[in-house]
């Protein structure tokens, strides 16, 4: 294939939207189209993964159904259909006991590191922080940075500068129409789970000091249990539960049974 032209390499960067940008857009799109009607136009496959109110990770095949049931049947303990109070305890504490490598009953900042790389490495990879977010923000500055140009040149080649200013104007308007799209999304763990935690371990450190308590932990369980318990009679049913941003999405385009 021949080399492409500078210029016209050049046009192109400056008229089309960054590919991961438009991915994203995407994925956010099929996300807000998850409770309509029709299908979706095509089909994006995120991970078939359900992350627990703690953050533990539950993964399936695309095509099987979607793991939350696998967390629930573990998590009520006494098959009665219903997820008491003490059951979710237990759950969140045999979780903080495998985060909590060193046995010190605090989860430190190594091993929180470890969660995000080794446990559930997709809460990294779904984050506003890396990859997509960080793409967007950076093509946004550049989008607006073409717009002054075209307006500083004078003639013809200003007539020029002019247009490819508004060109770029208005790719910047849909970079920043994205980029507002992909902020008011979920992100990270919230994709995957009934909570809204991007990341639900670090979520727990209610002093910020990097590390996550026993005491912050129980805490923050506590919480959690009256957020899924929305009647309030210290029972949930697998029902009851929310279905996850995911879930939603993969239901709707048939890759999870
Ligand atoms: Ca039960
Ligand atoms: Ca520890
Ligand atoms: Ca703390």
């Given amino acids: 294939m021949p080399p492409i032209p500078t210029a016209v390499r050049q046009r192109r960067e400056r008229t089309s ?28 496959s995120p991970p078939n993964l359900f992350i627990s109110p703690s953050g533990a990770p539950y993964r399936a095949l ?6 939350v049931a696998d967390w629930f049947a573990q998590v009520d303990r006494d098959h009665d259909g219903a997820m008491r109070r003490a059951e979710f305890d237990a759950d969140a504490d045999g979780f903080f006991g495998e985060l909590d490598q060193n046995g010190d009953d605090a989860i430190d900042g190594a091993e929180v ?30 989008g607006a940075g073409g717009g002054k140009g075209g307006k500083a040149r004078g003639g013809r080649g200003g007539m020029r500068g002019q247009v490819q ?24 763990a ?16 209610a002093n910020l000091d990097w590390r996550v308590t026993r ?7 506590r919480v959690r249990f009256k957020l899924l318990d929305t009647n309030g009679d210290a029972s949930v049913s697998l029902g009851e539960l929310p279905a996850t941003p995911v879930q939603r999405l993969l239901e709707y385009s048939g890759a999870s049974g």
């Avoid at 695309?62 to 793991?67: D, K, L, V, W």
């Fill in 215 to 221: 005491e912050e932990w129980r805490a923050a369980t």
């Fill in 113 to 142: 590191h470890r969660y995000e790389t080794l446990v559930a490495p997709e809460i990294v990879a779904f984050s506003s922080k890396t990859g997509l977010g960080a793409m967007g923000a950076g093509s946004g500055k550049r």
């Fill in 17 to 44: 939207l960054p590919a991961a940008l438009v991915k994203l857009a995407a994925l956010t799109a099929l996300l807000a189209l998850a409770g309509c009607a029709s299908p979706p136009p095509n089909r994006l």
């Fill in 165 to 188: 200013g508004q060109a770029a104007s208005q790719i910047s308007q849909k970079v920043a129409q994205a980029q507002k799209r992909y902020m008011a999304a979920p992100k990270g």
């Fill in 62 to 67: 695309n095509g099987q159904a979607y793991p």
């Fill in 190 to 205: 919230a994709l995957f789970s009934v909570l809204g935690d991007p990341e639900p371990v670090r979520a727990a450190d």
